[in-house]
């Protein structure tokens, strides 16, 4: 059987196409790697809030100086920094996801709650109101990366910080009576905190 060879066609525009598929993909890592991308803890979220009202840049440390640090209780803020030399001794660096917040930030994170669990009750085990919240009141941080909420569970109580709620590990408040007693029991959630029932 004698093979007749297949004249191969050359498609026009190809290096085009592939170029325009190249610059697609990159535009969508782009997009889900950017800080504003749902799925990042410190995105900006819709509408005109920024720095002023509490919204963290990614990398923001206990040191830094914006709205979301250096509005927090100066006590708290004070522990923290502490803490925080201490811990990079062990290799550890806080980051602040989220610190004080404005009211009007809050309300926007409640609204956003509310619409991803379905109902003001299941948005409340993870968001206060503005008035119930102690990120408006500047007495709440919120510590990551995960080893930096370990260690702050490990060591917190010795500078009055205390993990509150059992469902946030990355939740702290300033409890100066830990330092001598420890921290006190946690929540389950913030459901369970007679403060959150305002």
Request: proline share 8%; hydrophobic share 40%.
């Amino acid at each position: 059987m004698i093979r007749t060879p297949v004249p191969r066609r050359r498609l026009r525009g190809t290096p085009v196409v592939v170029l325009l598929l190249a610059a697609a993909a990159v535009a969508v890592m782009v997009a889900l790697l950017s800080p504003s991308s749902p799925s990042s803890p410190t995105r900006v979220p819709r509408g005109a809030l920024g720095a002023a009202d509490g919204v963290v840049p990614d990398g923001v440390t206990v040191f830094d100086d914006v709205p979301a640090v250096t509005n927090l209780d100066a006590g708290l803020l004070a522990a923290l920094r502490s803490a925080a030399r201490d811990a990079v001794g062990d290799g550890v660096e806080f980051v602040v996801n989220s610190g004080w917040r404005s009211r009007a930030y809050q309300d926007r994170l409640l609204r956003d709650a509310i619409a991803q669990y379905g109902s003001e009750e299941e948005a409340a085990r993870w968001v206060a109101t503005a008035d119930t919240s102690p990120h408006v009141s500047g007495q709440a941080v919120d510590i990551g990366p995960t080893a930096a909420a370990t260690w702050i569970s490990r060591h917190g109580a010795g500078y009055g910080l205390c993990r509150v709620y059992r469902n946030e590990p990355w939740h702290v408040e300033l409890r100066p009576e830990a330092v001598d007693a420890g921290c006190p029991r946690m929540y389950a959630d913030p459901t369970q905190d007679p403060r959150m029932q305002r």
